[in-house]
């Protein structure tokens, strides 16, 4: 059974306090790995898919990266409006393909 | 381009009562899968279709299904309702099944009253 976890639950950080989010997880061989943020409310937003260890991927002050049994956010002198609920999922390379999800990051940046 | 479009946003049913949502996809994306998201649980995946065909199933009772239509839009059915089917049902559209970039719709909140 594939397992996600991620820490911290929650998160409080001073506009411009740079910060990490850790996704751990356990599969049977890894096809991906997935970062969404979550508005309350609202669906998932998707925005990295990251494949293979050692893989970067950047959008505005987001940096997602990979290694073989962990996955980090980083967020970059934060703003507020990315205060949100952070996913990590993975989904594996053998059997179906459904994404199996960690329970979140929950981060608040204060202005 | 248009995204993934659930409807309706909010629903409140009765216990016993069934209930269907509907979810249209991206343009030209085939897969739709389908969750379930809680506070206690998380998101829970429920079942995915491809190409009319359910192709996987989660571990959710029967009373739980689904169907795809040839224009990739997709229907979920949830008899015999219960409290605890309270959430919000989320369906993700992706180009194929391998989901290398599944884009979500906005959900369906269900209260089941």
């Known amino acids: 059974e594939d397992q996600v976890t991620q820490s911290p639950e929650a998160l409080r950080l001073q506009e411009g306090e740079s910060s990490s989010l850790n996704c751990s997880y356990t599969v049977s061989g890894l096809r991906g790995l997935f970062w969404y943020r979550q508005d309350p409310g609202k669906g998932p937003e998707f925005l990295f898919t990251l494949y293979s260890a050692g893989e970067e991927k950047e959008k505005e002050r987001l940096k997602a990266t990979l290694t073989k049994k962990e996955s980090f956010l980083h967020i970059t002198a934060p703003k507020p409006e990315d205060s949100a609920t952070y996913l990590c999922?993975?989904?594996?390379?053998?059997?179906?393909?459904?994404?199996?999800f960690g329970a979140g990051t929950t981060v608040t940046v204060r202005a | 381009k248009a995204g993934v479009t659930q409807t309706p946003r909010y629903l409140i049913k009765t216990r016993g009562q069934q209930v269907t949502l509907s979810c249209s996809p991206i343009?030209?994306?085939?897969?739709v899968s389908w969750y379930q998201q809680t506070p206690g649980q998380g998101l829970q995946f429920l079942f995915e279709?491809?190409?009319?065909?359910?192709?996987n199933k989660g571990n959710f009772p029967g009373r739980f299904s689904g169907r795809q239509f040839s224009n990739s839009r997709s229907e979920m059915n949830v008899s015999t309702l219960e409290l605890g089917d309270s959430a919000l049902y989320l369906c993700a559209s992706s180009l194929w099944q391998t989901n290398t970039e599944a884009f979500f719709g906005q959900g369906t909140r269900l209260t089941v009253v």
């Open positions: 343009s030209g994306h085939r897969s």
């Open positions: 279709y491809f190409s009319e065909t359910q192709r």
């Open positions: 999922a993975v989904q594996a390379l053998w059997g179906d393909y459904k994404l199996s």
